[in-house]
């Protein structure tokens, strides 16, 4: 039966979700030096395009087709099957296809996120083949294990509301594992660049927390209580985490910086994501505080110590960040939220929590392995970095033929 | 006391600061400038209209040195800048009059460095 208010809902999360990932290509495209932000924005951009065909041709049968194993199958090959009214094993008040436009937003901006990682040094079509090739054998896999009907994650009881380990702890893996083989860009140990449009990086954060309110708000997939929780504990974890990161920079005895609170804020979304339909608002501030600690150990020691150049933090923030929110889902949700969730630790199951670092070991190995054996290939078969001169000039005028600024008229 | 112009190569910038480290020369001041040069410039393309003008980028260098630095300089320079292609740049060498370092209003070759 079709109500109009979830499918209502449901499209503009939709909508909201699809800004996230030009949002990101500015939060991103901010970061860079001012000779890459086109291949930036280009690369978010043409995610868009490419992963949108991919996922209505195989991707979503893939994903959430109704096979068993591996991957869903393609009987829903080019939505085959997959129509205007409701497919109750997924969501029964709104049409089927607005659950699959809905999935679809996410299986964009996952591979999106990895780009942090090689930033200013990979080729163009290497990125188009790779992109391709990983969202298909590790993102589409991987979403069938946990959100799939009958999938092994899922019906292992793991707990994902909105996409912690499917979207960020996968893309942070994939964008380690991308910074280490790819190495460090050039000419890096006199100076580390400075991010070149900082307001950039704000509007980018802006247009992320906004548009995560679809993120976590529409996976209710239900214009009900459930969405408004995932509403609420949203904004307050990416508030605390915000606030807290700017508060750590001013205790270490730096100047609290709005790339701080950015980076901060955009922390709190991400560990929120796989608890938003299952913890309260309380343990939303304390996963909202405690996730810009780890996340800034991460980005300011851990990165140093071992020297690989993620070089805008994918996996400092998004994989950190998705891994304190798994494992605090495990600790903190409530069946008094989510009757069709479960308890953590601190509602007397400490199992959950071990289910909960069961899946993220299981995506870290599992995404880092065919992530590494994606690389190679495509570097056997095009060659995956720019030659020097190329990273030199910029990859705007070298992949691209185009200037993001001009001196003169 | 010499004044040297360099104009270089915009991506070259890195290597000749690089150069100009080992030589010990750690002051420099960088512009970014356009030029007519000899050379093809980069094509560029706006919607299928290609633009390629020789207006080209440059990277200007201005240092002032004493003298005993100055073929150090030039030298680190031209390692740090030189691809063998047209467009590598010039190096200018002026005398340079008087240098005057504002903090303490020392004058010539001590006011330099």
């Known amino acids: 039966m079709i109500n109009a208010g979830d499918t209502a809902w449901v499209l503009m999360s939709a909508a909201l979700v699809l800004l996230m990932t030009p949002g990101l290509a500015f939060f991103y495209g901010g970061m860079v030096r001012r000779k890459n932000i086109l291949s930036v924005l280009m690369q978010c951009f043409i995610i868009m395009c490419v992963l949108s065909l991919q996922w209505v041709l195989i991707g979503y049968s893939l994903s959430f087709g109704p096979a068993k194993g591996f991957w869903g199958g393609l009987q829903w090959f080019g939505l085959n099957g997959v129509g205007l009214a409701p497919y109750a094993d997924y969501a029964g008040t709104i049409p089927h296809q607005a659950f699959m436009i809905f999935q679809a937003m996410f ?126 504990v949203t904004n307050t974890a990416a508030a605390s985490a915000g606030l807290s990161w700017a508060l750590i920079e001013w205790m270490r005895g730096g100047k609290p910086t709005i790339f701080g609170v950015c980076s901060g804020a955009v922390a709190g979304l991400v560990a929120i994501t796989p608890a938003a339909g299952f913890v309260s608002v309380v343990p939303a501030i304390i996963i909202g505080l405690l996730v810009s600690v780890f996340c800034f150990i991460a980005v300011t020691a851990i990165k140093p110590l071992f020297g690989y150049d993620d070089s805008l933090d994918a996996f400092g923030v998004h994989c950190v960040g998705g891994i304190w929110g798994a494992l605090a889902t495990g600790l903190f949700a409530s069946k008094l939220v989510n009757s069709a969730g479960a308890n953590g630790v601190f509602f007397g199951n400490p199992k959950q929590f071990l289910i909960q670092l069961f899946t993220v070991g299981v995506t870290t190995v599992y995404t880092g392995t065919v992530t590494f054996i994606i690389y190679k290939l495509v570097d056997i078969f095009i060659g995956v970095r720019v030659d020097d001169k190329s990273e030199a000039m910029g990859l705007d005028l070298t992949q691209h033929c185009e200037r993001a600024y001009t001196i003169l008229e | 006391m010499k004044l040297i ?76 800048a030189k691809t063998g292609e047209t467009g590598d740049g010039k190096i200018f060498v002026l005398d340079l009059k008087e240098c005057i370092r504002i903090r303490t209003e020392e004058r010539g070759a001590i006011a330099i460095g």
């Open chain 1, 107 to 232: 299986a964009i901006i996952t591979p999106a996120l990895i780009i942090g990682a090689f930033a200013e040094r990979m080729k163009f079509s290497a990125f188009l083949i790779f992109t391709l090739l990983w969202a298909t054998f590790v993102y589409d896999p991987l979403c069938h294990w946990v959100w799939g009907m009958g999938g092994w994650l899922r019906n292992l009881g793991a707990l994902d509301f909105a996409g912690g380990t499917v979207v960020h702890i996968n893309a942070g893996i994939a964008a380690l594992v991308m910074a280490i083989v790819l190495g460090r860009r050039n000419n890096l140990e006199k100076n580390v660049p400075a991010p070149h449009n900082m307001p950039f990086v704000v509007l980018g954060t802006a247009l992320l927390w906004f548009g995560w309110f679809g993120f976590n708000g529409g996976s209710a997939l239900a214009a009900n209580g459930l969405a408004v929780n995932a509403f609420v």
């Open chain 2, 5 to 80: 112009i360099a104009i270089i190569q915009p991506y070259k910038l890195e290597e000749v600061k690089e150069e100009l480290y080992k030589a010990d020369v750690n002051l420099l001041t960088v512009s970014e400038v356009l030029g007519h040069g000899r050379q093809k410039g980069v094509t560029e393309v706006y919607r299928g209209a290609r633009e390629t003008g020789n207006l080209l980028r440059k990277i200007r260098l201005e240092i002032a040195v004493n003298d005993n630095f100055l073929e150090p300089t030039i030298k680190a320079i031209a390692k740090g």
